[in-house]
């Protein structure tokens, strides 16, 4: 059984800055990728990025250019650095992790961008 642990949500202004991170119970070296996906009130759970264990990078067009996605195997953590956020980028982020055909799901951190 997969584990996830997402930290560093917050409050944070328009233009701001905010880095992600999900620790894993097991090595991320082993998952088929691991992403975020965000929720916000109302709407859909949409994917933010993926990086595959090949460390292969997809992004969502919304946060193309201002999120980058990173993964440090050594401590299993995957990384989500966003950078210029705005305040559509506010919702609850989730964390997953892929063992082919299953996906593991954090319990969630909430990003508030707001003046």
């Known amino acids: 059984q997969v584990q996830l642990v997402e930290s560093g949500g917050g409050l944070v202004q328009p233009g701001g800055s905010l880095r992600?991170?999900?620790v894993a119970s097991g090595s991320t070296s082993s998952f088929?990728?691991?992403?975020w996906s965000r929720q916000a009130p109302g709407k859909q759970r949409e994917l933010v990025a993926?990086?595959?264990s090949g460390g292969?990078?997809?992004?969502?067009?919304s946060v193309k250019g201002r999120v980058t996605i990173?993964?440090?195997n050594a401590k299993n953590t995957v990384y989500l650095q966003m950078?210029?956020?705005k305040q559509e980028d506010t919702a609850v982020y989730y964390c997953y992790?892929?063992?082919v055909p299953q996906y593991y799901?954090?319990?969630g951190t909430q990003v508030t961008v707001s003046s």
């Not at 088929?32 to 992403?35: E, L, P, Q, R, V």
């Not at 292969?56 to 067009?61: F, L, S, V």
């Open 20 to 22: 992600l991170s999900c």
């Open 32 to 35: 088929h990728a691991m992403g």
């Open 50 to 52: 993926q990086i595959t």
């Open 56 to 61: 292969a990078t997809i992004y969502t067009d």
């Open 70 to 72: 990173s993964r440090d």
């Open 83 to 85: 950078n210029s956020l």
């Open 97 to 99: 992790a892929v063992v």
């Open 105 to 107: 799901w954090g319990q």
